[in-house]
């Protein structure tokens, strides 16, 4: 990431976090060849990351009153939510103050009364969390070294279960390797009847975990992403085109 200015740097308990830039981007990095968030510096709700698009497939299945996101990044996720729908109320659980102060500065996040942020690890907020349940739960939990530990357990996955309505969306970001990994597919499959899940072009499987099915016909759903697209600001036939049921292989 040569490229880049770098804007700040600083370090916590963790780790390194490093806001680069240049003319167009501004990129969130927990690590040298890390590249947590990046943000299009004139429309925010944009995201320039595959994975985040196709997480946002599941606005076509649902308009959610309450969302919870677990891993804060740069805030594509919620600048993206607030432009589908400002009255959403978003409750952010993300570890470290360092990210939430450097969200705040370097990253535009948009403050309001709908949005909650909590500064906690997610596995311990969940455990202990009386938050009433939400419509939707994105879980995006990285670190330098990949998936936060924890973040795929057969408790977590029961707690983000119990986090949500009885109709509620969990979306989870992983990598492409698990599109492999029968033993997580075995334990969503436990708790959720419709398993779907999306294999990104930057390596990302993101996975959709609902109590319904999400599936309708073909053409509907290409018309609903056609809309979605536009209220969204961004092209989501893509990652449509790469949705569908995640089957035993």
Request: some cysteine.
């Amino acid at each position: 990431m040569s490229e880049y200015r770098m804007l700040v740097n600083a370090e916590d308990e963790w780790g390194p976090v490093t806001v680069l830039e240049d003319a167009e981007l501004r990129i969130l990095a927990f690590g040298e060849h890390d590249e947590q968030s990046k943000l299009l510096k004139a429309t925010p709700h944009i995201p320039r990351h595959t994975y985040l698009r196709a997480m946002l497939l599941a606005l076509l299945f649902t308009e959610p009153r309450s969302v919870m996101v677990l891993g804060l990044g740069g805030g594509v996720l919620i600048h993206a939510l607030r432009q589908f729908d400002a009255a959403i109320r978003i409750t952010v659980v993300e570890l470290r103050p360092l990210v939430i102060d450097f969200c705040k500065r370097y990253f535009r996040l948009p403050l309001s009364k709908k949005l909650t942020l909590i500064e906690a690890d997610a596995l311990v907020y969940l455990a202990q969390s009386s938050h009433k349940r939400v419509d939707m739960l994105f879980c995006d939990l990285f670190d330098g070294q990949g998936i936060a530990a924890g973040a795929l357990s057969t408790v977590f996955l029961q707690q983000c279960q119990r986090q949500l309505k009885a109709d509620g969306i969990l979306v989870l970001n992983c990598w492409k390797e698990h599109s492999k990994d029968a033993a997580l597919l075995a334990k969503l499959q436990a708790l959720f009847p419709e398993i779907y899940a999306c294999l990104t072009g930057s390596g990302n499987w993101v996975v959709f975990a609902s109590a319904k099915p999400l599936l309708a016909g073909q053409a509907e759903l290409k018309r609903q992403a056609a809309e979605l697209s536009q209220r969204l600001g961004f092209e989501l036939q893509l990652s449509l085109n790469r949705f569908g049921r995640w089957q035993n292989t």
